[in-house]
């Protein structure tokens, strides 16, 4: 077991380096995040030994649960799930660098408050539901850049990007489109040059079009069951909202 997570590990950082080669990238450009919703402290540990250094959760919940075990090997924990606002406070007390999901300004600005009162900061991430489906959250593409102008009036948020999880679709040209209008949706920010808002950071791709979104810019890549294997439960429990 402990061998396929290694194994593992290695095609997709050489599934990630060739996707690079075949559009002229520098593989240092992309950055491997691992997915960990219902993973185990214990294998996760085994992709820290390993070298890696980017993990994720999608619930508040898990991100407690694990915290202890892996607080001792160095780490950056970003938050990737739909963010309740009862559920900020608890957030911060796990070292999460960059919240990748905030989709709406009634978080951002509750997020704010606490972090205030905290006397802290933390990067975030723009999420644009590129794909259009209502099972996704995410801001819509048309709102982004408002969404964008008034978190940079939130002095403890670090806007370094946009978010997306792309349309799952065998169709490859329709799953690139979503991470086409991603790239569009960044460039366009960029040039609006709002102050304090840093356009360097797309976040998008899985276990199964991470070439697609490195074709298309992603500068984060966001892979679980290519690593630790299949969950035991469907990923429509970590996209809603209702659930811990």
């Not at 309740?84 to 009634?106: A, G, H, P």
């Not at 964008?148 to 990007?161: D, E, I, N, R, S």
Request: a negative charge; hydrophobic letters at 45%.
């Amino acid at each position: 077991m402990n061998d396929n997570i290694l194994h593992h590990l290695a095609a997709i950082n050489d599934r990630i380096a060739a996707a690079c080669k075949a559009v002229g990238r520098n593989p240092g450009e992309v950055r491997l995040l691992l997915a960990t919703k219902t993973v185990p402290a214990a294998r996760i540990r085994l992709a820290l030994e390993a070298g890696q250094t980017l993990i994720a959760e999608n619930k508040v919940q898990e991100l407690k649960e694990k915290f202890a075990e892996l607080e001792d090997i160095p780490h950056e924990n970003h938050f990737i799930g739909h963010l309740q606002t009862n559920k900020i406070k608890d957030l911060l007390k796990y070292n999460v660098s960059c919240l990748q999901s905030l989709d709406r300004l009634e978080l951002a600005e509750k997020l704010h408050q606490r972090l205030l009162a905290e006397n802290k900061e933390m990067d975030v991430l723009i999420q644009v539901n590129t794909s259009g489906e209502d099972s996704k959250f995410g801001v819509p593409p048309a709102e982004a850049k408002v969404l964008v102008q008034a978190v940079a009036a939130l002095t403890t948020l670090k806007v370094k990007g946009l978010m997306t999880i792309g349309l799952f679709s065998a169709d490859t040209e329709k799953v690139k489109h979503c991470f086409r209008l991603l790239r569009h949706l960044r460039d366009e920010i960029a040039a609006a040059k709002i102050e304090g808002v840093e356009m360097k950071e797309l976040s998008m791709g899985m276990s199964g079009d991470l070439e697609a979104a490195i074709a298309e810019g992603a500068t984060i890549v966001r892979v679980g069951t290519a690593v630790f294997g299949q969950r035991p439960t469907p990923d429509s429990y970590y996209w809603n909202e209702n659930v811990g």
